[in-house]
């Protein structure tokens, strides 16, 4: 009995390692399906043109060539993302590449990727950056050009360039075609529509007119 139950305990081990495991988006059971944006239907993905008329340009894009506009709100950041509309050969292939641009002191604000694991590599400037975990742990590293860091998957982070002075720069990889992104602070006050009142003063532990200023600074 005793021996029947340690053989039993590495292909437990295993089990628990497979259930345990998480997946980024499915594998593609072809070298590759690039992208028909044109099809009018929805599925989990976008529908493949005939790999026949595959091309090197369905693989490549200059999406990410240049900065957003990083006055589109009070942060000071902006973010481009390659997708099957700017990338069609990402189709099926669980990744995204994201450009993210920051304005001296700029911040991309607390928001997590429901889909995505992401690692970001600092280009340009000092940014720093953490997540938070579900022990409501906080991982903070100020990074340096060619210095990189993960944030895993669905945790709640951010990117903040430390430079009075200077702009920053950092290129991402995402574990996902479509990682999603949800700014905390966005998503509570400028839902649409609302979110009740009374649910954020509680939330916040805010007063009616605590509200209102947040919304009106956050342009909700
Ligand atoms: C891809 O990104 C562009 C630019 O942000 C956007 O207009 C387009 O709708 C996106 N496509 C998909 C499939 O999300």
Redesign the pocket.
Known sequence: MKKTSHSLLPSLLTLALLLGSTKADPHPLQDYCI?D?SKPFYLNG?PCIDPKLAASSHFTTA?LSKPGNTKATPFGFSV??T????LPGLNTMGLTMARIDLDPNGLVPLHSHPRASEVTICIKGSLLVGFIDTSNYVFTQLLRPGESFVFPRGLIHFLYNMETMGSALAVSGLSSQ?PGAQIAAVAAFTSKPSMPEEVLKKSFQISNQDVTRIRRNLGG
């Open positions: 992208a944006t976008a999406a481009k993302l997708n099957v509309t700017n479509n």
